[in-house]
């Protein structure tokens, strides 16, 4: 069996997250591909994730992303047109 990290391991890697995302952090799509036959930012999404970006978005975004079963269509539209921070391929 597999041991668990120490707590100190935690703190370093979110560390290291907190500051990638910091640094690193570009606006969608930031050179990822939605895999053929999936949603993105709905059904699939990078492998770090994505933080949302509402103040890039227009008001009418913002209330489409908060109205229910319309909202995947506003997740969609959003990482099309840069509504979702996201670390680059290839970046680690």
Do not use: N
């Not at 770090?48 to 908060?66: K, T």
């Not at 995947?72 to 970046?91: K, Q």
């Amino acid at each position: 069996m597999e041991e668990e990290p120490s707590r100190a391991e935690h703190r370093r890697r979110a560390q290291r997250a907190r500051k990638l995302w910091a640094t690193r952090a570009v606006p969608s799509p930031g050179g990822w591909t939605a895999p053929a036959g999936t949603r993105p930012a709905w059904t699939w999404t990078p492998p770090h994730g994505m933080r949302p970006r509402l103040d890039r978005a227009p008001r009418w975004v913002r209330i489409w992303y908060h109205t229910p079963f319309l909202d995947r269509y506003a997740h969609e539209w959003l990482w099309h047109h840069g509504g979702w921070d996201v670390i680059p391929p290839g970046i680690e």
